[in-house]
T-cell receptor, first 113, second 112 residues
Framework: EAGVTQFPSHSVIEKGQTVTLRCDPI?????LYWYRRVMGKEIKFLLH????????ESGMPNNRFLAERTGGTYSTLKVQPAELEDSGVYFC???????????FGQGTRLTVV | GDSVTQMEGPVTLSEEAFLTINCTYT??????LFWYVQYPGEGLQLLLK?????DKGSNKGFEATYRKETTSFHLEKGSVQVSDSAVYFC???????????FGSGTQLTVLP
């Protein structure tokens, strides 16, 4: 069974540009989460999808971040326009149901210069 | 809100040394507690978990006991190996079980 897949693995963009991160969850997992680790600090929750619906986006930093999950399959996280403080590692995770084990992807390392 | 405080690193040990990484938490009710590990170049992996007070999670020689009275979930291993070198994250899942709250991570390096 394929795990959670994220791409790109690394992205370096200039301030003001747009970047789109993609996450393919494990097949059959209705729950999809985005997290971010900035500057070696704690990993922070961004948002949670159940199928195609956003259940909780309380962790989204501001309106420069837009997450979608078309058809309840893969998800994208777009940052537009990117700022320096957006640099960090963005993790995606999926789980079959609430309270079940969440499986994480390798993360996307985003560097804004 | 919920929070996790984790022993700051980096931690450097010699092979076969004893490891302790401290973790304490603040949460309402009775959260589930986890340790995740990130090996170089890989994603986060669940190492062990405990879902109620006095439970002991264990895996790959690592152990952690859910201590409600001290709100702690310290990670221990009796004899570390070079292959244990990784970043370790303590985390909790609150009553809603919708998301994980993580600590800041501890980088462990084990030298041969």
């Amino acid at each position: 069974e394929a795990g959670v897949t994220q791409f790109p693995s690394h992205s370096v963009i200039e301030k003001g540009q747009t970047v789109t991160l993609r996450c393919d969850p494990i097949s059959g997992h209705d729950n999809l989460y985005w997290y971010r680790r900035v500057m070696g600090k704690e990993i922070k929750f961004l948002l949670h999808f159940v199928k195609e619906s956003k259940q909780d986006e309380s962790g989204m930093p501001n309106n420069r971040f837009l997450a979608e999950r078309t058809g309840g399959t893969y998800s994208t996280l777009k940052v537009q326009p990117a700022e320096l403080e957006d640099s960090g590692v963005y993790f995606c995770a999926s789980s079959r149901g609430l309270g079940t084990e969440a499986f994480f992807g390798q993360g996307t390392r985003l560097t804004v210069v | 809100g919920d929070s996790v405080t984790q022993m700051e690193g980096p931690v450097t040990l010699s092979e076969e040394a004893f490891l302790t990484i401290n973790c304490t938490y603040t949460a309402t009710g009775y959260p589930s507690l986890f340790w995740y590990v990130q090996y170089p170049g890989e994603g986060l992996q669940l190492l062990l978990k405990a879902t109620k007070a006095d439970d002991k999670g264990s895996n790959k020689g690592f152990e952690a006991t859910y201590r409600k009275e001290t709100t702690s979930f310290h990670l221990e291993k009796g004899s570390v190996q070079v292959s244990d070198s990784a970043v370790y994250f303590c985390a909790l899942s609150g009553r809603s079980a919708r998301q994980l709250t993580f600590g800041s991570g501890t980088q462990l390096t084990v030298l041969p």
